[in-house]
């Protein structure tokens, strides 16, 4: 039985929304006297004197296209960064509640619930990054509300066993986040399709990453509509401003194709580079990937990676991270970046 009243914090129940000079009026308006902007319009250009739609509803209607989901299935957010704070901020009471996560995986998780003072479990993933269904389910506690994960995992960069997900979500009364922020370049079916079944479900993607839009900052939660209308509840109302809201709709509209053509561009790429970095001979292991990036066991990660930097070249070091000991986790670049990449562990010499 789903009871989201008794997951949600009273406080959140209890607050009334701000509500925006351009929501509360209804009819047909011609004259804007209402948001105190300024009519006259910016030196920068055109089309930014007006405070953008807090809404969504044009760019919600080509995402609900696009997934075959619902408006009210959709929240949209300053990256999906935003989404994860706003579920911290929903279901967990500060100084009390608990989320788990599975290390090793994606940062903003337990930077999220420390700034908002709430306690992390870890239950590792197993050695060969698998989730561990009865260690998950035995961290479990009444004050136990969020559970993450993320699949493709970062920094692991594999998928997650989509039966196992479903199993832990059958037994657990809380909210379970599935981050799907490198869904499409895996060979495998979005877990979107599942939050008609699962009420307990939000699943987070984001413009970041196959649709090469990061620095717009605009992530997606999906989940039933009364999750989502308790984040559009308490987000601030102008989230995501009209020029994210212009550039994504615009991308969306010119149609799935260019992004599918980079996406396979990419996966492409990423087995060319670990062929190539297979033949190098400072990397021991490229893991399985199912995202856009590598995890690499080098023979000395930290060395590579100053040595990479000192020629001009970042990867991110994920050596401290559990199960990922002398580990680099490198991003698929264009062809010419990573022909660069691998020359220079090729001038690498062993310290
Ligand atoms: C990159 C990434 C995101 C994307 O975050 P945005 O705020 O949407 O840019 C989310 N989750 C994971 C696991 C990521 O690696």
């Not at 959140?12 to 351009?22: C, D, E, L, M, T």
């Not at 994504?248 to 087995?271: D, F, L, Q, Y």
Request: with cysteine; charged share 20%; glycine share 6%.
């Amino acid at each position: 039985m789903f009871d989201l009243g008794s997951l949600v914090r009273s406080n959140i129940v209890r607050v009334k929304p701000y509500s925006s000079a351009r929501s509360e009026f209804h009819g047909a308006a011609e004259v804007f006297l209402d948001a105190n902007e300024n009519a006259f319009g910016s030196p920068a250009g055109v089309g930014l004197e007006r405070y953008p739609d807090p809404g969504q509803a044009e760019l919600k209607e080509l995402i609900s296209r696009q997934k075959s989901v619902r408006h009210d299935q959709i929240f949209v957010g300053n990256g999906s960064d935003e989404a994860i704070d706003l579920l911290f901020r929903i279901f967990c009471e500060p100084g009390r509640d608990e989320a788990i996560i599975l290390p090793p995986t994606y940062g903003m998780y337990s930077v999220a619930a420390g700034i908002n003072d709430v306690q992390i479990r870890e239950v590792s993933l197993t050695a060969d990054f698998a989730i561990d269904a009865d260690a998950v389910l035995a961290a479990v506690r009444p004050v136990t509300k969020l559970i993450f994960f993320c699949s493709p995992n970062n920094p692991t960069g594999n998928l997650m066993d989509a039966a196992t997900i479903r199993e832990i979500a059958a037994a657990f009364h809380g909210i379970i986040v599935v981050d799907e922020a490198y869904i499409d370049f895996a060979d495998s079916a979005p877990f979107i399709s599942e939050i008609g079944s699962i009420p307990t479900l939000v699943v987070l993607q984001t413009f970041s990453k196959a649709w090469g839009m990061a620095g717009a900052r605009v992530g997606m939660a999906f989940a039933n509509a009364s999750i989502i209308a308790l984040m559009d509840r308490i987000k601030p109302p102008y989230n995501v401003s009209s020029l994210a809201q212009m550039a994504v709709s615009e991308a969306c509209r010119s149609g799935e194709t260019a992004t599918s053509e980079t996406i396979e561009m990419i996966k492409s790429e990423r087995e060319r580079l670990r062929a190539m970095l297979t033949e190098t001979q400072v990397v021991e292991t490229v893991f399985p990937s199912d995202a856009n990036f590598l995890l690499t066991r080098v023979i000395d990660a930290k060395s590579i990676y100053r040595f990479l930097l000192s020629r001009g070249v970042v990867v991110r070091d994920r050596s401290d991270v559990p199960l990922c000991q002398n580990c680099l986790r490198i991003t698929v670049g264009t062809p010419q970046e990573n022909d660069r990449l691998i020359a220079e562990l090729n001038n690498y010499v062993r310290q």
